[in-house]
Nanobody, 127 residues
């Protein structure tokens, strides 16, 4: 069965960096759109970044613009989320998800567009 496994979370000081990894198994990565979502304590899960199947077009939330980047290694079946200049409000559980949609500006952040989900990795930004 398809598995997505996130790693790389942890505790980091404000202004610090982390790189999250999403390892995919039994899934053709280049045929799937991969999204990163996060859920902060007491809040709903939100989409923060997406890399489209095919052309690799990216979409991201305003809250992470200029600080986070996404990349994909199809051969290794890995997707990475590089997070720089982290802020306390970035704290939460981060999930990667895979879907078969070609995303658009109005759909990439919708959870129900994604079929497969990882178990999440905790990111805590605190001094």
């Amino acid at each position: 069965q398809v598995q997505l496994v996130e790693s790389g979370g942890g505790l980091v000081l404000p202004g610090g960096s982390l790189r999250l990894s999403c390892a995919a198994s039994r899934l053709a990565l280049n045929s799937h759109t991969i999204g990163w979502f996060r859920q902060a304590p007491g809040k709903e899960r939100e989409g923060i970044f997406c890399i489209s199947r095919g052309d690799g077009r990216t979409y991201y939330a305003d809250s992470v613009k200029g600080r986070f980047t996404i990349s994909r290694d199809n051969a290794k079946k890995m997707v990475y989320l590089q997070m720089n200049s982290l802020k306390p409000e970035d704290t939460g559980v981060y999930y990667c998800a895979a879907g078969i949609d070609y995303p658009s500006n109005s759909t990439w952040y919708l959870s129900d567009r994604y079929i497969y989900w990882g178990q999440g990795t905790q990111v805590t930004v605190s001094s």
